[in-house]
Each structure stands twice: as C-alpha cells, then as structure tokens.
C-alpha cells in the first residue's frame, strides 16, 4: 500500500551534519503528520522531529536547536537535518508518516519505514 523510503544516513564525525530524507510512494490522498523517531538497540522508539501537513512542527528536546524538519507535502517527502551531532544521536532513524490516508482503506493508518543508520563517531 504505502512505501517509505528513506536515504541518507550514514557514519559522521561529532560536530558534523548530515541529512536524512524519506519519501512515500502509493496511492495516497493525504498524510496527517510525518516525521522521524531513532531507536537505539534495547532501548525504545523514541520521537526525534515530526511535522503536520499544516506545518506544526514538534521536536524533542534533544534535537532542539540542532536538528530542522522540513515537509514538501506534494511530493510527500520529509528531510531532516542533523547539526552538531554527538554521538548519543547515533541510532537508527525511522521515518513515520502518521494518519495516512489510502486509495485501499476507508480509515486512516500509520506507516513506518525500513529505517537508516546514523553513527556519530570520531
């Protein structure tokens, strides 16, 4: 139904910056809100910046001040950009795209993606 593909990741220096992206691909007729969520092995999934179609945008705490969404709602993509990494940013990123609406179902769904690794490293 939906496709979330996600590009970008990568090993960077502390310090450094990178850029995730993430597009969906279906028969889609809206998304509700997208973003991106990090996991770090044995811990939880947790919320790194989303985004609403109205362009509301949330971020945790962590990211503040170092991490920028940004949407393009016709093309169905969302790019986040990684400043001033640390190496407690390393994780794998997720891209979420929240309340999606479908050619194939009547309700609205959440989708995940496959995932890309971010590793801050000297």
């Known amino acids: 139904q939906v496709q979330l593909v996600e590009s970008g990741g990568g090993l960077v220096q502390p310090g450094g910056s990178l850029r995730v992206s993430c597009a969906a691909s279906g028969i889609i007729f809206s998304i509700d809100t997208m973003g991106w969520y990090r996991q770090v092995p044995g811990q939880q999934r947790e919320l790194v910046a989303v985004?609403?179609?109205?362009?509301?945008?949330n971020y945790a705490d962590s990211a503040k001040g170092r991490f920028t969404i940004s949407r393009d709602n016709s093309k169905k993509i969302v790019d986040l950009q990684l400043t001033m990494l640390i190496p407690e940013d390393t994780a794998v990123y997720y891209c979420?795209?929240?309340?999606?609406?479908?050619?194939?179902?009547?309700?609205?769904?959440?989708?995940w993606g496959q995932g890309t690794q971010v590793t801050v490293s000297s």
């Open positions: 985004v609403t179609s109205g362009g509301s945008m």
């Open positions: 979420y795209a929240g309340g999606t609406k479908t050619f194939w179902a009547s309700e609205k769904k959440d989708f």
